[in-house]
């Protein structure tokens, strides 16, 4: 695949701090209080919401500009972004869970937080649904992005109404203000990984492009074959 | 002869779907009194050209000019100027023929609406069935109700997109004889069909589309039906 | 004016359509009073819970009779093309889903208006005296519904699948518009006066309001190829 020097560098650079985050997560910062070694799991968890919601952002903010210069090159970074920010959503439900099951003894909990992102993840979803069930190239760009753009102005709104809602019903506060108490050692690891996994998503959707861009390109010429 | 404004003008029109091009640099002037046939094999790029020309999708590339005036941006005022016959017959099936007119009519700014649907009905041998439901008219008399809506606003331009599809031999020969009745000096047509024996007796001019190029452009009067024929053959092989 | 005539031309065709056909309304009511009795057999509820449970049934059987309207309303256009004949007119985009927009939502309101009705018969469910706040959130919550209905309805019949998108589509993207109206009914079947009733008007009007005008701008670009 034809690299440039550029995205050598970033895969390199994502590499390493890899490496460094996780000596972080697992040695370097300390042992929580009350939760003891499990609490490790926020340093995954954090980021890859954190990357979640950034790559739907993206996706919207790359509709947009589809929708206004009506080049494929924005439809295809919106399209690869959507793709990631579903892997990273899918990552964030399944550490949430996890985290949930050892800390509050339940796997799910409808809070605010977890609730917006399980309907991020069915908005991620349903926009990829739509873009399988559309042939024509121009066609799923135009449709997929006002999806994109709508989905995005929704999860905002998602989130609002879900915290109202739930302050019209008091519950028992559940994973509240974690982030609050943290020890600086814990601080600077848990900023670290964010940074990472910022890293890692630029080097994935980098990647997914140029797989995009040669996977048009054997459509193509799949169909001129198929008109010869 | 007076300076004549074309009615219509494409200029290097370009078409582009992804990678693939439908239409590559299309050029075709249209003038007053014109009828110009398309001829093409499916795939050529026809139905994509009319409905750029109609303005039902915007072009990657190139100009649309009507009467003179160049179009940028889908203009709702040149859409008076069209009027569109396809084998889509864009009819509700549980109106009406009156009320189908009716609510298409309603789209334009037409002065005695129900008069002018009268008159439409009449020409194409609909009025004593006006009032009875679409959903139970034949093909050809769908057809006529169509030829009824294009000409409804009074276009100075027909497009035509393979209008003879699922037409019986009868219904065609009605079809061409109204269209030649609809037809004088004062309006031009394109119409595009895949199929020979149809449109080259009512078209003033016919051309051939092959990948998106216009191959060939000649005036019928210079050119025998057979010749053209044998270069169509030659063409698209 | 043009511009409202092209608008109530729209209404004014698919309601005779419906009024001849009796499509959209009788299998979005029929529906709904389906799911009504499903639910009924599905909780076998005491009289106690049915208080509690009813807003969120009655809301559940609008909003899935709700997508069969909205099926309709774009694919009743799709039939022998006639969107693209709406198209060839000089009638703006917007006017295209502003018309349908309406009409989606008085059939919509028509048969919730209707499983209403049974829904009160067959549950002894009791909203004296506050009728009409009782309309008003269905008014808004139809609406905003709708609002996004209609825009999915049309991106839905441009894809090969057609009928089964648009619930995918919807459902995710109308949580807002579900909880508020949810809620608000709820408040309005309390003994007590009605709190917090307005604050989830609100929030379904801001939804209407942000998501109208989205979806305004953005229906010109579903029609594009």
């Known amino acids: ?228 | 002869m007076q300076t004549n404004i074309p009615v219509f003008q494409a200029q290097k029109l370009t078409k582009q779907y992804g990678r693939l091009t439908a239409l590559n640099g299309i050029d075709l002037v249209v003038n007053k009194g014109d009828f110009i046939t398309i001829f093409g094999a499916n795939g050529a790029g026809k139905t994509t050209f009319l409905k750029i020309a109609a303005m039902l999708m915007a072009p990657s590339d190139g100009t649309l000019l009507f009467n003179g005036k160049l179009i940028k941006e889908a203009d709702n005022n040149a859409r008076k100027l069209i009027g569109f016959i396809a084998h889509d017959t864009f009819q509700y099936h549980n109106l009406t023929a009156r009320e189908n007119l009716r609510f298409y009519g309603g789209m334009y700014d037409i002065r005695d609406l129900d008069k002018q649907i009268n008159i439409r009905l009449e020409a194409v041998g609909l009025l004593k069935r006006g009032d009875d439901l679409v959903g139970g008219f034949s093909r050809g008399m769908k057809q006529r109700l169509s030829i009824a809506r294009a000409f409804l606003h009074n276009p100075s331009i027909l497009l035509l997109d393979e209008p003879y599809t699922g037409l019986d031999k009868n219904a065609s020969e009605m079809l061409n004889s109204l269209l030649s009745s609809f037809n004088n000096s004062e309006r031009a047509g394109i119409m595009t069909t895949h199929n020979l024996d149809q449109g080259y007796d009512i078209a003033t001019h016919v051309a051939i589309l092959h990948r998106g190029k216009i191959m060939y452009f000649n005036k019928t009067k210079n050119i025998s039906k057979n010749d053209f024929s044998k270069t169509y053959s030659e063409i698209v092989g | 004016m043009t511009y409202l005539n092209q608008i109530f031309g729209i209404i004014k065709k698919d309601i005779t359509t419906e009024l001849r056909a009796k499509e959209a309304v009788t299998a979005m009511l029929v529906f709904g009073l389906m799911v009504i009795v499903i639910f009924n057999f599905a909780f076998n509820l005491s009289s106690q819970e049915q208080i509690t449970i009813t807003p969120g049934l009655l809301w559940v059987a609008f909003i899935f009779a709700g997508i069969l309207g909205l099926n309709h309303s774009f694919s009743a256009e799709h039939e022998n093309n006639c969107l693209q004949g709406m198209m060839l007119t000089p009638m703006p985009r917007s006017a295209i889903y502003i018309g349908k927009l309406a009409t989606s939502s008085i059939f919509m309101f028509i048969s919730e208006i209707f499983m209403l009705f049974f829904f009160i018969w067959l549950f002894d469910v009791r909203f004296t005296g506050k009728w009409p706040h009782l309309f008003l959130v269905m008014f808004l919550g139809t609406i905003g519904y709708c609002i996004v209905g209609t825009l999915f309805s049309a991106i839905a019949v441009g894809t090969r699948v057609r009928v089964f998108l648009l619930p995918i589509l919807q459902f995710p993207i109308v949580i807002p518009v579900i909880i508020a109206s949810v809620e608000a009914t709820a408040v309005l079947l309390e003994e007590d006066a009605a709190i917090g009733y307005f604050d989830w008007l609100k929030i379904l009007l801001s939804f209407n309001i942000i998501f109208f005008t989205v979806c305004v701008l953005l229906f010109d670009y579903i029609l594009e190829e």
Do not use: N
């Not at chain 1, 020097?5 to 042992?31: E, G, H, R």
């Open chain 1, 1 to 228: 695949m034809p690299d440039s020097k550029a995205s050598k560098i970033l895969f390199v650079l994502t590499f390493v701090c890899m490496i460094v985050a996780l000596y972080l997560a697992f040695l370097y910062a300390p042992v929580e209080a009350t939760q003891g070694e499990v609490y490790r799991i926020l340093f995954f968890h954090v980021p890859s919401a954190w990357v979640a919601f950034l790559a739907f952002g993206v996706t919207c903010f790359c509709s947009v500009a589809f929708l206004m210069k009506k080049d494929l090159k924005w439809d295809r970074i919106a399209s690869s972004s959507a793709e990631i920010g579903l892997l990273l959503c899918t990552i964030t439900l399944i550490t949430g869970s996890i985290w949930a099951k050892s800390e509050w003894g339940i796997w799910w909990a409808w809070d605010a937080r977890l609730t917006t992102t399980l309907i991020l993840w069915l908005i991620y979803l349903s926009y990829a649904m739509l873009r399988g069930y559309i042939d024509v190239e121009t066609k799923r760009a135009y449709l997929s992005s006002v999806v994109g753009i709508i989905g995005f102005i929704d999860v905002l709104i998602v989130y609002g109404s879900i915290r109202w809602w739930r302050t019209q019903h008091p519950q028992p506060v559940i994973g509240g203000g974690d982030e609050s108490g943290l020890a600086p050692a814990m601080l600077f690891t848990l900023l670290f990984c964010v940074g990472t996994f910022t890293l890692l998503f630029f080097t994935l959707l980098r990647s997914k492009i140029e797989l995009q861009k040669a996977s048009e390109e054997v459509d193509y010429f799949h169909k001129v074959l198929a008109q010869k």
